[in-house]
């Protein structure tokens, strides 16, 4: 097992969903195995097992989406895909919320829309991004990861769409939207 962390407090992270309200997580992944739970954090934004912002991971042959805000504390509210999973095959997964939704789309098409409402209010600024575990070491997760993405936006059908097709989302005329990305690579 292989923990990615941040050095410190993800408050860059924290300033972008908190000023907007919303977020899309995109992930692109294999799992190693079917037996992983807890759930096995693939990707978690938290201070540990007991609080997170929010927490994408994997339990036995499901993704799932903790999200935490100001109407459920802790890890937040936990939704599950169906049993979808697979060893033998790289899963693309994108998981927005806006407008009190919260969508999962996989590998292009939209799989779940459940009801979610609140604000961010109650994140915790001081927390890690961490990818493959959670910040307390216990939680591994197995697998390869080939693409992980955070919007500070929630993004529409037609977005989404055209991440699965490999390009960046267009704003809602057809035209690319502007977005910045900064990668640092710290060995």
């Not at 919303?22 to 992944?29: A, D, I, S």
């Not at 929010?54 to 599950?80: I, M, P």
């Amino acid at each position: 097992g292989t923990t990615v962390m941040s050095a410190g407090a993800a408050t860059k992270l924290y300033d972008a969903l908190t000023a907007t309200g919303e977020f899309t997580l995109e992930v692109k992944f294999q799992p190693a195995n079917l037996t992983q739970d807890g759930p096995a954090r693939i990707v978690s934004y938290s201070s540990g097992t007991s609080n997170a912002n929010f927490t994408f991971g994997q339990v036995d042959d499901e993704y799932v989406q903790r999200l935490r805000t100001s109407n459920a504390g802790g890890t937040g509210s936990q939704f599950d895909s169906a049993g979808v999973l697979t060893t033998g095959d790289v899963h693309h997964v994108i998981v927005t919320y806006q407008d009190d939704e919260l969508k999962f789309y996989r590998d292009g098409a939209l799989e779940h829309t459940f009801s979610r409402d609140g604000t961010f209010s109650n994140w915790n600024s001081g927390w890690r991004f961490v990818l493959a575990n959670e910040t307390t070491d216990n939680r591994d997760w197995l697998g390869t990861l080939y693409r992980v993405a955070v919007y500070d936006r929630g993004l529409s059908a037609s977005q989404t769409a055209d991440v699965f097709g490999g390009g960046s989302p267009s704003d809602e005329s057809g035209e690319e939207a502007v977005f910045t990305a900064r990668w640092v690579r710290v060995p």
